[in-house]
Nanobody
Framework: QVQFVESGGGLVQPGGSLRLSCAAS????????MGWYRQAPGKQRELVAG???????NYADSVQGRFTISRDNAKNTVYLQMNSLKPEDTAVYYC?????????????WGQGTQVTVSS
């Protein structure tokens, strides 16, 4: 079982940037693909970015070109650099080990980190 602790969220103005971190309690090398997800109030949790152990990335259309996912296997940490933030990016952000070809997350969710984009 791997547990995740997300951090780095906060309140930011539209157009601003944040860098989220996700520290895993276990070895994430076994997670071929790591993903960042988000859940906005009243909406279902959605996948926003994924990264394989080899560094191949993919992004939801809504964040393509603005968000960058990265991982440091030695530190068991995954990052999400978020630039040009929009109010619609407001959500609680989570990370997890995901299935390589679907949005399915293998482990229990952490507490997440709140991102609020507002002027």
């Amino acid at each position: 079982q791997v547990q995740f602790v997300e951090s780095g969220g906060g309140l930011v103005q539209p157009g601003g940037s944040l860098r989220l971190s996700c520290a895993a309690s276990g070895n994430i090398i076994s997670c071929y693909t790591m993903g960042w997800y988000r859940q906005a109030p009243g909406k279902q949790r959605e996948l926003v970015a994924g990264i394989t152990s080899g560094g191949r990335t993919n992004y939801a259309d809504s964040v393509q070109g603005r968000f960058t996912i990265s991982r440091d296997n030695a530190k068991n940490t995954v990052y999400l650099q978020m630039n040009s933030l929009k109010p619609e990016d407001t959500a609680v952000y989570y990370c997890n080990c995901k299935h390589p070809s679907s949005d399915y997350a293998f482990y229990s969710w952490g507490q997440g980190t709140q991102v609020t984009v507002s002027s």
